[in-house]
């Protein structure tokens, strides 16, 4: 098993949602979350004053995996993510030793 942390703009979960449902996989863990790489952030003006916004809004993806739909999974997001500018985000990907389904006791693949 694998986990797939992915970190996305907001505007295209949707768009991320769709594509890993056309392969299959229905559970996702969702976090809104802020940071930044090489976008550094940006600047706006309220009532007249310039202020920096340090860290930008994003959305992070969970999933664990059986290790055959891994590489479909990730490329699902990545196509389904892209806009081609700064900032589309980043995949990782994680091993997972054991899960458990807390309401039937279900152990490792057949718990995801």
């Known amino acids: 098993m694998k986990k797939i942390d992915a970190i996305i703009k907001p505007f295209k ?19 809104d979350v802020k940071g930044y790489g090489r976008q550094k952030g940006h ?3 309220y009532r007249g004053a310039e202020y920096v916004v340090d ?3 994003k959305i992070k993806i969970e999933l664990v995996l059986a290790d055959d739909m891994v590489e479909k999974a990730f490329n699902a997001i990545q196509a389904a993510a892209n806009t081609g500018k700064l900032g589309d985000g980043k995949i990782f ?20």
């Open 55 to 57: 860290f930008i809004p």
């Open 13 to 31: 979960l949707d768009d991320v949602k769709e594509a890993l449902n056309a392969i299959g996989i229905q559970g996702m863990t969702i976090t």
């Open 93 to 112: 990907i994680f091993p997972v030793e054991d899960a458990l389904r807390v309401r039937t006791g279900e152990r490792g693949i057949d718990a995801i």
């Open 43 to 45: 600047k706006e003006i």
